[in-house]
C-alpha cells in the first residue's frame, strides 16, 4: 500500500503561484501512475493532472493547461504541483493519488477510479 500525504496548500491571491507537494511512502515501486485532483463544496472531484512515474509523461485538465505543471522527484517519492496565474475558480481541496495499475489510454488516469491510494487533501483558497 501507498501512504501519500500532501502539503503547500494556504491561501494565496489571483494570479499569484503556489506549489504542493505530495510525499508517497510504502510500496512506492508498485505505482505506475501518480495525479491531482481537486474538489471544491457542492461539485465532484476532478481531474488536474496526472503523471506516469517512470517515464514522466504529463497529462493536465483543460481549465489548468498552461498554468500548472506536476512533476515528480524519485529520489524524494515526491510528486508536485506547481500552480501559476491562480483564479478564484481554483479554490479546492486538493488531493494526491497513486495508482498500481498500468493503463495504455491515458483516459483511465484522469478518473478517480483509476486510483488505488489517497492522501487526505490540501485546501487551496484563492482570494480576488
Known amino acids: 500500500q501507498v501512504q501519500l500525504v500532501e502539503s503547500g496548500g494556504g491561501l494565496v491571491q489571483a494570479g499569484g503561484s503556489l506549489r504542493l507537494s505530495c510525499g508517497a511512502s510504502g510500496r512506492t515501486s508498485s505505482s505506475y501512475g501518480m495525479g491531482w485532483f481537486r474538489q471544491a463544496p457542492g461539485k465532484e472531484r476532478e481531474f488536474v493532472a496526472a503523471?506516469?512515474?517512470?517515464?514522466?509523461?504529463?497529462y493536465y485538465a483543460d481549465p489548468v493547461k498552461g498554468r500548472v505543471t506536476i512533476s515528480r522527484d524519485g529520489a524524494r517519492n515526491t510528486v508536485y504541483l506547481q500552480m501559476n496565474s491562480l483564479k478564484p475558480e481554483d479554490t479546492a481541496v486538493y488531493y494526491c493519488?497513486?495508482?498500481?495499475?498500468?493503463?495504455?489510454?491515458?483516459?483511465?488516469?484522469?478518473?478517480?477510479?483509476?486510483?488505488?491510494?489517497w492522501g487526505q487533501g490540501t485546501q487551496v483558497t484563492v482570494s480576488s
Open positions: 493519488a497513486a495508482s498500481i495499475r498500468y493503463y495504455s489510454d491515458n483516459l483511465y488516469y484522469t478518473r478517480t477510479d483509476g486510483y488505488d491510494s
Open positions: 503523471i506516469r512515474w517512470s517515464s514522466g509523461t504529463t
